[in-house]
């Protein structure tokens, strides 16, 4: 795919995953009696918008996020205000929008597995992809490209050959021979008995040289399970993915819009059930953000009805959790501002958001 395709690729997924997310807090208000003033695309200033009933429909200049505006979200003075609704009312219009998010990968991955598809059922030749830091393939000086031909004079093609030649030698030297551009070299280095998740004993990642492949598909039913299955698999690889960099196991890498962007670019070349994926991930990690207890966010604003239930029913003050979204919306801004220098910094160095 070409760059100004996953461009264009980029713009729609975002703003497909905006106008689903907005449109479960839309959906779910209108259900639940609570007046939506404004479903906007973009940011305000409006560049045009309709009025249909109660509500008006708008496409706005700045084209980050977009918004269901509801009456009194904070001020329960008004008849049919978010703020005047129970408070499994409130919880279930201000979750919505993530809610939706989660099921919508699901539909995303069902598509994936009805399309036959290729699925990689083996390969020859183990290539280094990445390396991290500080273990014993990056002291031991191996590098991303290598090829490993051996390790202990024993020839090693696949995977399982390779874990058969590492497994045993835990923590005793190994000597590794490495194709590197037109010639070899020799590397020796102790694979750790014990490593941090998802770095294994020498700390590579890898993949085939040559890789074999089958077309693969499944019926509606199957595919919808496995669909399912994959949105889970993804929610608890997230999980755990937050947990180890919470714990410093792994890198915590943030990214902005940008980020995002140079990141789908590069998944679109892959092909569009890889894309389809991507969005799926997307969704779900957008999702997980937006329920976050940060002021501003949905989750701020569910923290907000929980904190009024712990105080068995007295709210905090419109004024003060007003103040509070406003002070949270301008820390947000001012962080995606600072993560955005950087994601451009990475790209006019040319380097990639993936290991």
Known sequence: MSTPWAIFAFIVILAFLIFIHELGHFATAKWRGVKVLEF???????????????????????????????????????????????????????????????????????????????????????????????????????????????????????????????????????????????????????PREEWPAGQGPLGIGIGYVTTFTEKESYPPWEAIYYGARQSWQMVVALKDGIAAAIAGEVPFTPTSIIGIGQATSEIAKAGILQLLAWAGFLSINLGIVNLLPIPALDGGRIAFVFLELIRRGKRVSPKYEGMAHLIGFALLIALMMIISYYDVLRIMRGESLFP
């Open 40 to 190: 906007g695309m973009g940011m305000p200033p409006r560049i045009f918008g309709v009025q249909r009933g109660e509500t008006m429909y708008s496409i706005n200049w700045i084209p980050l996020g977009g918004f269901c505006k509801m009456l009194g979200e904070e001020d329960p003075s008004e008849e049919r205000s978010l703020a005047r609704q129970g408070i499994g009312t409130r919880i279930l219009v201000l979750s919505a929008g993530s809610l939706i998010m989660f099921l919508f990968p699901i539909i995303l991955f069902t598509i994936v597995y009805l399309v036959p598809h290729d699925v990689v059922v083996g390969g020859e030749g183990i290539q280094i992809k990445h390396i991290v830091i500080d273990t014993p393939a990056h002291v031991a000086g191996a590098e991303p490209g290598d090829e490993i031909l051996s390790i202990d004079g024993e020839p090693v093609k696949t995977f399982d050959e390779l874990r058969e030649a590492v497994n045993p030698k835990l923590g005793s030297e190994i000597t590794m021979l490495v194709r590197r551009d037109a010639g070899t070299t020799v590397l020796k280095m102790i």
